[in-house]
């Protein structure tokens, strides 16, 4: 694109000089520095082009700077950015109710991010059971391989220790069973255990599945045992696996839902949905937030629903998912040697390797193609859920170019 509009910054390497003198260093970051992106496209500091297909890990759902999404933020921007919920929040109360009547919940608490989200769904869990339920359970049960985020309570929810070690003590009540074992889940339920809280999906975990039965299994187990379903949707929420809520696609309802990432469309939001029954935990003075819900995130995510379902975001996302879908099965038999397994839903895909996929995204961003590798071995696809069947045909092309240099001991040739 001619003229190329880079923010002000010179380089690539400009800003990574910066971020390395004073950003403390808890990311590993690739070289660039994107700085406009339009659609499923980005440009960075250098004026390269990309082909993206990582959406600010499912936050961008609806692409780059959507004219629906940019024009909610500057009027609400012009209008009011903050009061406090001290007041009632228009904004606030109108996405609460969309999200509700789209929703098998009843009531929204919102925050910042997916980590409160998860943080607002425990405090609910716990105030449920002492407040209405009137019990002294506490304990939830959480899966071997998920993520629910890095504070202290949820990094303990995680069922990974590499996003632990080195912070002992871990806040106590969590337990993890075996993902997708439904007889190591009964045998772990004790006299303490109140609830389940798991992803639909697991993302970080790398793109896990579990069979149909699994999500209907665990929602019979609750109402048996009196415990408390509790999804985190934060990653798979908000259209990524082709409908609205991805537990609507195994016919199941949790009692919670916690969402953040594709909910503000690029603007910080977190919220935790609930029934009525479950909600009634939560009294004033029992949970807050000073930006919750705040009058820019809350127009920012009203925005984005209005657009998800009026403008066949999610048929778009079913169509253009089962292109990807096919495309990636199509390569993985052209490589038998590097790929074990293509998974997915929607406009959620991986690809799972025999080999590092870390050499693999550099060399594909090196040819203009934003993916990312979780998991160690997991490619993982998640444009923008506008992405059209040509976008895809170009990603393809380019990681099939990728494949064809890359040799079975993870070298990329060339
Ligand atoms: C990203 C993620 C979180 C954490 O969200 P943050 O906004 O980074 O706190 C929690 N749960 C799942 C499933 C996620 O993918």
Same mark, same amino acid.
């Given at each position: 694109?001619?003229?190329?509009?880079?923010?002000?910054?010179?380089?690539?390497?400009?800003? &990574?000089?910066?971020?390395?003198?004073?950003?403390? +260093?808890?990311?590993?970051?690739?070289?660039? &520095?994107?700085?406009?992106?339009?659609? %499923?496209?980005?440009?960075?500091?250098?004026? +390269?082009?990309?082909?993206?297909?990582? =959406?600010?890990?499912?936050? %961008?759902?609806?692409?780059?700077?959507?004219?629906?999404?940019?024009?909610?933020?500057?009027?609400?921007?012009?209008?009011?950015?903050?009061?406090?919920?001290?007041?009632?929040?228009?904004?606030?109360?109108?996405?609460?109710?969309?999200?509700?009547?789209?929703?098998?919940?009843?009531?929204?608490?919102? %925050?910042?991010?997916?980590?409160?989200?998860? *943080? =607002? #769904?425990?405090?609910?869990?716990?105030?449920?059971?002492?407040?209405?339920?009137?019990?002294?359970?506490?304990?939830?049960?959480?899966?071997?391989?998920?993520?629910?985020?890095?504070?202290?309570?949820?990094?303990? &929810?995680?069922?990974?220790?590499?996003? +632990?070690?080195?912070?002992?003590?871990?806040?106590?009540?969590?337990?993890?069973? /075996?993902? +997708?074992?439904?007889?190591?889940?009964?045998?772990?339920?004790?006299? @303490? !255990?109140?609830?389940?809280?798991?992803?639909?999906?697991?993302?970080?975990?790398?793109?896990?599945?579990?069979?149909?039965?699994? $999500?209907?299994?665990?929602?019979?187990?609750?109402?048996?045992?009196?415990?408390?379903?509790?999804?985190?949707?934060?990653?798979?929420?908000?259209?990524?696996?082709?409908?609205?809520?991805?537990?609507?696609?195994?016919?199941?309802?949790?009692?919670?839902?916690? $969402?953040?990432?594709? $909910?503000?469309?690029?603007?910080?939001?977190?919220?935790?949905?609930?029934?009525?029954?479950?909600? =009634?935990?939560?009294?004033?003075? !029992?949970?807050?937030?000073?930006?919750?819900?705040?009058?820019?995130?809350?127009?920012?995510?009203?925005?984005?629903?209005?657009?998800?379902? *009026?403008? *066949?975001?999610? @048929?778009?996302?079913? *169509?253009?998912?089962?292109?990807?879908?096919?495309?990636?099965?199509?390569?993985?038999?052209?490589?038998?040697?590097?790929?074990?397994?293509?998974?997915?839903?929607?406009?959620?895909?991986?690809?799972?390797?025999?080999?590092?996929?870390?050499?693999?995204?550099?060399?594909?961003?090196?040819?203009?193609? $934003?993916?990312? %590798?979780? #998991?160690?071995?997991?490619?993982?696809?998640?444009? /923008?859920?506008?992405? !059209?069947?040509?976008?895809?045909?170009?990603?393809?092309?380019?990681?099939?170019?990728?494949? &064809?240099?890359?040799?079975?001991?993870?070298?990329?040739?060339?």
């Amino acid at each position: 694109m001619a003229g190329v509009n880079k923010g002000g910054w010179e380089s690539n390497q400009e800003v &990574a000089s910066l971020t390395d003198r004073y950003v403390m +260093k808890t990311y590993g970051r690739f070289p660039i &520095a994107p700085v406009r992106g339009e659609g %499923c496209r980005l440009w960075d500091a250098d004026g +390269k082009e990309y082909l993206d297909f990582v =959406a600010g890990l499912a936050v %961008c759902n609806l692409g780059h700077c959507h004219p629906r999404v940019v024009r909610a933020i500057q009027e609400q921007a012009g209008t009011l950015l903050h009061v406090s919920n001290l007041y009632h929040i228009p904004s606030q109360s109108a996405l609460a109710k969309k999200i509700v009547e789209n929703s098998f919940g009843d009531r929204v608490f919102f %925050c910042n991010s997916g980590a409160e989200a998860n *943080e =607002a #769904a425990i405090k609910l869990v716990r105030r449920y059971e002492r407040e209405v339920r009137k019990g002294d359970r506490f304990e939830i049960l959480t899966m071997e391989n998920s993520f629910h985020g890095r504070t202290l309570t949820t990094m303990a &929810a995680t069922g990974q220790d590499k996003v +632990k070690k080195g912070f002992d003590p871990l806040a106590p009540g969590f337990r993890h069973v /075996p993902f +997708k074992d439904p007889d190591s889940l009964v045998e772990a339920i004790r006299d @303490e !255990t109140c609830a389940i809280l798991v992803e639909p999906i697991q993302g970080e975990g790398g793109i896990v599945c579990p069979a149909e039965d699994y $999500l209907p299994f665990l929602r019979s187990v609750c109402d048996e045992r009196e415990l408390l379903l509790v999804f985190d949707e934060v990653q798979v929420g908000i259209g990524r696996t082709g409908t609205l809520f991805a537990h609507e696609s195994f016919g199941v309802v949790p009692d919670v839902m916690t $969402l953040a990432k594709g $909910l503000g469309g690029g603007v910080a939001i977190g919220a935790a949905v609930a029934s009525e029954r479950v909600a =009634a935990g939560f009294v004033p003075g !029992t949970h807050a937030s000073t930006f919750g819900g705040n009058p820019l995130a809350t127009a920012a995510g009203l925005s984005v629903l209005e657009t998800i379902l *009026e403008e *066949e975001v999610l @048929e778009n996302c079913r *169509e253009v998912g089962g292109h990807l879908r096919e495309g990636l099965e199509r390569v993985a038999s052209r490589h038998p040697e590097l790929v074990r397994e293509v998974r997915g839903r929607g406009l959620l895909q991986a690809m799972e390797l025999t080999v590092a996929g870390g050499p693999i995204v550099e060399a594909c961003m090196g040819r203009g193609l $934003l993916i990312n %590798c979780t #998991a160690n071995t997991v490619l993982r696809f998640l444009p /923008p859920l506008i992405v !059209t069947k040509a976008q895809v045909d170009e990603m393809l092309d380019t990681l099939e170019s990728v494949l &064809a240099t890359t040799s079975v001991d993870g070298g990329e040739g060339a």
